[in-house]
Every structure is written in C-alpha cells, then in structure tokens.
Antibody, heavy 118, light 107 residues
Framework: EVQLVESGGGLIQPGGSLRLSCAAS????????ISWVRQAPGQGLEWVSV???????YYADSVKGRFTISTDNSKNTLYLQMNSLRPEDTAVYYC????????????WGQGTLVTVSS | DIQMTQSPSSLSASVGDRVTITCQAS??????LNWYQQKPGKAPKLLIY???NLETGVPSRFSGSGSATDFTFTISSLQPEDIATYYC?????????FGPGTKVDIK
C-alpha cells in the first residue's frame, strides 16, 4: 500500500525559506513521478511541481525559480525547497503520486500547512 | 495553460437525488479528465479517471462521461457521505489544471 506523509510546514515570514518533506512507503521515490499540489485556505487546488524518475522536475510558472524539488533516496523522501516565500504561497501542500507517470493523482498525503505572514 | 470551468459552484440536493456536475475545458483535452472528491480537512480522493473510468473501490453510484471539451460527473443517488467538494482536472497538457470545484451538500 502506498503511503505519503508530508511534514515541514509552519509559519514563515515573507522572503523566508522552508523545506517540505514527503516521506514515501510502498513506492520508490527515485523511480516514481510525484507531484506537489497546494490549496490556499478556502480555495481550490493548484498543481505546483512534479518530480520525474531520473531526477528532473517541472514547475508551475508561479513558483519557477523559487521552489526546487530534490530527493534523498536513502530515506525514500521527496523534498520541496521553497525560497523567497510570498504571502500568496500560503496553503496546504500535498504530495501525490502520478499514476504511470501521468498527472493522474491516485495517492495523496495528508498535507502540511505553510503560512507566510509577518 | 488550459482553463477548466465547473458548474454549478455549489448545489443542495436531497438524499437519493441524482446530482450532475459539468466541467468544461478551454481546449480539446481528449479524455484526459479526472474527478476528485474532497471532504473538509482531508486530501482529495480520485473517483473517476480518463473521463469515465471508475477508480477501484469507488461506489458505482459515481460516474463520468464526456470528451474533448465537455464533461459530466454524476452521482446517481446522493448519500449523506457524499457531502464534499468535487473537482475536475485535466492532464492532457502540462501544467495539469483543476476546475474551481463544486460544493455538494444535503438539502
């Protein structure tokens, strides 16, 4: 059974940095496609980025140049490094598996809340 | 980016009613359309993929149809546990994009 567990959220000032973690079981992060999807309070879902097996990544324009995906294969964990945070980045961040490499999200974590505020 | 719209934005129906939600894409997305259910405080759950395929374990009262730009999601007989917000999502093109959601509650 696939399980994804996010952590690392919290309150951060504008301009600050935060690193989110997505610990996986039931799949191998290095050979999987896994996305980050966020949801601002009371709002809809917004796709943020995807990690491709092989190590490359793709980002939404709203976070390109500020957010970076990385992995620790020994911990089977995916990270989202978020720099130059803005108030509009405030959201619950979910990691989700891309089934068969497509943006069809079949397993989701429980989410972690990031609040960007002074 | 492909824009997704949904209607209605919210609806109220009685237990046992048939509920229909529509989703429209700003361009042809073939059948690369998924439907998710999200209950308050929870992660989204995949219900329907590729426009009309029921995800394993999802009750058969849920169904989807459509292709190209126009899609429909149906709950054949609304149950109390179906109270949630429902989102469509396209994955024909990157970035994947979601509709704004339809909030369903019980009358």
């Amino acid at each position: 059974e696939v399980q994804l567990v996010e952590s690392g959220g919290g309150l951060i000032q504008p301009g600050g940095s935060l690193r989110l973690s997505c610990a996986a079981s039931g799949l191998t992060v290095s050979s999987s496609y896994i996305s980050w999807v966020r949801q601002a309070p009371g709002q809809g879902l917004e796709w943020v980025s995807v990690h491709y097996s092989g190590g490359s990544a793709y980002y939404a324009d709203s976070v390109k140049g500020r957010f970076t995906i990385s992995t620790d294969n020994s911990k089977n964990t995916l990270y989202l490094q978020m720099n130059s945070l803005r108030p509009e980045d405030t959201a619950v961040y979910y990691c989700a598996r891309n089934r068969n490499g497509y943006s069809l999200f079949d397993y989701w974590g429980q989410g972690t809340l990031v609040t960007v505020s002074s | 980016d492909i824009q997704m719209t949904q209607s209605p934005s919210s609806l109220s129906a009685s237990v046992g009613d048939r509920v229909t939600i529509t989703c429209q894409a700003s361009q042809d997305i073939r059948n690369f359309l998924n439907w998710y259910q999200q209950k308050p405080g929870k992660a989204p759950k995949l219900l329907i993929y590729d426009a009309s395929n029921l995800e394993t374990g999802v009750p058969s009262r849920f169904s989807g149809s459509g292709s190209a730009t126009d899609f429909t999601f149906t709950i054949s007989s609304l149950q109390p546990e179906d109270i949630a917000t429902y989102y469509c999502q396209q994955y024909d093109n990157l970035p994947p994009t979601f509709g704004p959601g339809t909030k369903v509650d019980i009358k």
